[in-house]
């Protein structure tokens, strides 16, 4: 009779069985956090604002930065614009192409933009769709003297204005050149936007070991894909001007000197950094 | 009679409820708007620290360094490193002090022991618990060089090799001064297994000569979240690497330590960040 009751007891009841899906349904569910996801083209949908440098130690190479948003439409198509500077010389341009993502998250783009160039690019998801890392891939006379590459973040918002820029932001820029006659400069401060197009700007800047104050002030204007500009004026520098493009719905943004402080004596040299909402 | 009902019913109670609800409403973006006031409080646990010198001086050595550092809430800070100068690889520790001003800039001063000192300025990025760094000490102006860098929290106190699971997506650089040095980058996809074996998939990009390849090999994480890898790729190359997790193993910032070239490597560094996927 007890060993009846014993038996009743560990019989797999309904609440046992209850006990047991929900132990494999626990175990599943951890399982799934431990493996990533797996990825295709629809893994990228949206718009993305992006960053991207040339690396190269060869003084006859140009400088170069671009900065702008890329939409993909979850298909294999993209397209997007940028403001590119060369060595200082800044121009726009549109870009359309396609895009194919492995199961892993690895993938390449290929685009031809608005000046006729054809650019290809090796990608790499991560942060759950929400950031790729971007690196160049085409070269036509190797061996080259450069690689570029660079990071594109999820804009996560679709349409935005001044007010998507509010607040205090922390931001680290560099100098990218490759002519060794240049001094190293970096600097990092505060940027704080009014969310009604003005803007100011303190911090400090390293150049070749000398450290000052940066205090600037001036306006700024966003576009409603999230790309916009801003123009400052100070005692130190005097001027500067850029462009930016905003990510993650404003939490953040990367940004490129179009007129750097040192005006059109900068020579073979570009500026670009991010910030991200204090 | 009616009306009066009504304004029992909508008398001072709800009507204080709503303004109470209203009041909260307008605050709120207000508080959105503003950014917190900072102080050394701010900085209070340890974060994952990647710098890389910045120098177009091919006489400069390339240079990298990654380790931890641990803010105590209170002005005083220390950590450890493992720098890579032009492939010459030694770690050691440091400890000094910071001060944070209320708009989240700030500034350290540390002590290393190999006996260097240095000072960085820093800014605080509260939203993404990051910091932006950048050298700000030189001896012997002007220096041909600027560091700078960023480092992440790390959330987690206590780190093992199951802290790193799963798939990261990476992108590393070469750092070099040298104008014979080819340039170079990858994208690859690093698969920990938590239990101390890692398989990466990329893309490597040598001076427009384009590689695809995957490497296996073993990792070890710290309990502080540094750690260290070692992987061999399908043609026997070796490479080692020095880690640093972040975010609680959403992340890691890596420096690599070994390369097949070894000593005929030259004046260059190569380090890179990753996130999960």
Not at chain 1, 68 to 79: C, E, I, K
Not at chain 1, 83 to 90: C, D
Not at chain 2, 190 to 210: E, L, M
């Amino acid at each position: 009779m007890n060993r009846s009751k014993i038996r009743q007891w560990f019989a797999p009841g309904p609440t046992v069985v209850a006990v047991l899906v929900c132990l494999v349904v626990t175990l599943a569910a951890q399982t799934a956090v431990a493996q990533s996801p797996a990825f295709n083209n629809g893994s990228l949908k949206g718009s993305y604002g992006f960053l991207m440098a040339k690396w190269t130690s060869t003084s006859s190479e140009s400088a170069w930065n671009v900065v702008g948003v890329m939409t993909f439409d979850g298909a294999g198509d993209l397209s997007g614009s940028f403001t590119e500077n060369k060595a200082g010389s800044v121009d726009t341009g549109t870009f359309t192409g396609t895009y194919s993502v492995k199961s892993n998250g690895t993938g390449s783009m290929s685009f031809t933009s608005s000046n006729g160039g054809n650019v290809t690019l090796a990608l790499v998801i991560d942060a759950s769709s929400k950031n790729l890392q971007l690196m160049e891939t085409d070269c036509k006379n190797k061996p080259c003297d450069s690689v570029n590459s660079g990071a594109a973040i999820a804009q996560v918002s679709t349409s935005f204005s001044n007010a998507s820029l509010k607040g205090a932001y922390g931001w680290l820029i560099n100098k990218w050149t490759p002519d060794p006659n240049q001094p190293a400069d970096a600097s990092v401060g505060i940027a704080t936007f009014d969310g009604a197009g003005n803007m100011k700007v303190t911090g400090t800047d390293n150049t070749a070991g000398t450290i000052t104050s940066i205090k600037l002030s001036g306006t700024y204007s966003v576009n409603s894909d999230g790309t916009g500009s801003y123009a400052l004026t100070g005692q130190k520098p005097t001027k500067t001007d850029g462009v930016f493009v905003i990510n993650a719905a404003g939490k953040g943004f990367q940004f490129m000197h179009t007129i750097p402080p040192c005006g059109s004596s900068c020579g073979n040299a570009v500026w670009s950094g991010t910030a991200t909402h204090q | 009679m009616k009306n009066r009902k009504i304004r029992q019913w909508l008398g001072p109670g709800p009507v204080i409820a709503v303004l109470v609800c209203l009041a909260v409403a307008m605050a709120a973006p207000m508080a959105v708007a503003q950014s917190p006031g900072f102080n050394n409080g701010s900085l209070n646990g340890s974060y994952g620290f990647l710098l890389a010198k910045w120098t177009s001086t091919s006489s400069e050595n390339a240079w990298n360094v990654l380790g931890v550092i641990s803010f105590d809430g209170a002005g005083n800070v220390s950590g450890s490193f493992t720098e890579n100068t032009a492939g010459s690889v030694d770690t050691g520790t440091f400890t000094g002090t910071y001060s944070v001003k209320s708009n989240g800039t700030g500034s350290m001063s540390l002590t290393i022991s190999n006996g260097g000192k240095t000072t960085l300025a820093l800014v605080i990025d509260a939203s993404t618990k990051t910091l932006q760094l950048m050298g700000t000490y030189c001896k012997n102006k002007p220096c041909d060089s600027v560091s700078s860098g960023t480092a992440i929290a790390q959330v987690s106190k206590s780190f093992s090799n199951a802290s790193l699971k799963g798939a990261y997506g990476r992108l590393a650089n070469k750092w070099t001064p040298d104008p014979k040095q080819p340039a170079e980058a990858g994208v690859a996809v690093a698969t920990f297994d938590g239990a101390g074996n890692v398989k990466i998939s990329g893309t490597d990009n040598t001076a427009g000569k384009v590689t695809t390849d995957t490497s296996k090999g073993t990792y070890s994480v710290n309990s502080d979240g540094t750690g260290s890898l070692d992987v061999t790729d399908s043609k026997g190359n070796e490479v080692k690497a020095a880690l640093v997790i972040n975010s609680a193993g959403k992340g890691y910032q890596v420096l690599v330590t070994s390369l097949p070239c070894g000593s005929s490597c030259g004046n260059m560094v190569m380090s890179g960040t990753a996130t999960h996927q």
